[in-house]
């Protein structure tokens, strides 16, 4: 998980949209569950994302899917950079049906975007609002993402997913649909029964299908999305470690514990001292 944004998204009630302006950025590897799209503004930087590395410099974009590691690294001269960061949940693009969110999830966005100087400024301009909680803060920052994305498509930024890519004997919607239920019920006790339910396959094929497109089984899919949510809270909340497992779908503090160290490579108190000393309060702005 990623140390430097504060959460944005928590279930129906908060607003799905973060806006940051910082000068520091996590140079571990690193990926959370939203997407983000990352502007340099000043200095250079080597910027990580998956395989490869890259210097970049101002006016640089990148676009960053869900669950890839990406960090960032200063250059050989330590000089200071800064940047701004939207990072956004797919809920702020509709419901599932939702023709927007449709033709979202149907295309893959370039990696390194170009966006003009005019949408760079309003990047500046609406992250400014959420610093200073102005009147209609919201309504202007999900204004820019969907400008944001209007503007990749008419300038043919993206590929559009080439369906027939996707095997015959795999359904790809019923596999959303194990996953929809697992994001909206991971605090509960889920079990393959729950989930076998919502795909309507056998238990040997839905083990196998799974497997296929997410490259974990069952459990450890579940296990590693609660993880991702209780990193957040270790570094956002005050809650104490007892309330952060049975809240994220952890029976006992041990076995939390446990699973969190395999995750992680560290404790859960190793997490939130190291994720918290990164953390530079006064740089963040946010619409929460």
Do not use: W
């Not at 400014?128 to 498509?153: C, P, V």
């Not at 697992?182 to 795909?199: A, G």
Request: glycine share 4%; aromatic share 14%; with cysteine.
């Amino acid at each position: 998980m990623g140390f430097e944004f504060e959460r944005i998204y928590k279930g129906t009630d908060e607003f799905p949209i973060g806006l940051f302006s910082q000068n520091i950025y996590i140079d571990q590897a690193h990926h959370h569950i939203e997407y983000e799209l990352f502007y340099l503004d000043e200095g250079e930087c080597f910027f990580g994302i998956e395989d490869s590395k890259i210097k970049i410099y101002p006016g640089d974009v990148i676009f960053i899917p869900p669950a890839t590691n990406h960090y960032v690294t200063k250059t050989e001269s330590e000089k200071d950079y800064h940047y701004y960061a939207m990072v956004f949940d797919i809920s702020v693009l509709g419901k599932e049906n939702d023709p927007v969110r449709k033709l979202f999830e149907s295309i893959r966005i370039s990696r390194y975007l170009t966006l003009p100087a005019d949408l760079l400024k309003k990047i500046r301009d609406a992250t400014a609002l959420q610093k200073n909680q102005a009147f209609g803060k919201e309504l202007f920052a999900k204004a820019i993402l969907f400008e944001i994305i209007a503007h990749t498509i008419a300038t043919k930024q993206y590929v559009e997913i080439n369906k027939s890519d996707i095997s015959p004997t795999r359904s790809v919607s019923a596999i959303d649909s194990a996953l929809y239920y697992i994001r909206e019920h991971y605090r509960d006790n889920i079990t393959m029964e729950d989930v076998l339910q919502i795909s309507g396959y056998s238990k040997s094929h839905f083990i196998r299908l799974f497997k296929s497109t997410t490259g974990m089984n069952l459990t450890d899919f579940v296990n590693k999305y609660r993880i991702e949510k209780s990193c957040l809270d270790l570094i956002y909340t005050n809650k104490n470690i007892t309330e952060i497992a049975t809240e994220n779908g952890f029976n006992t503090v041990q076995y939390f514990s446990k699973t969190f160290k395999t995750y992680m490579n560290c404790t859960p108190k190793q997490y939130q001292k190291n994720g918290r000393s990164i953390i530079v309060p006064s740089t963040v702005s946010s619409i929460m």
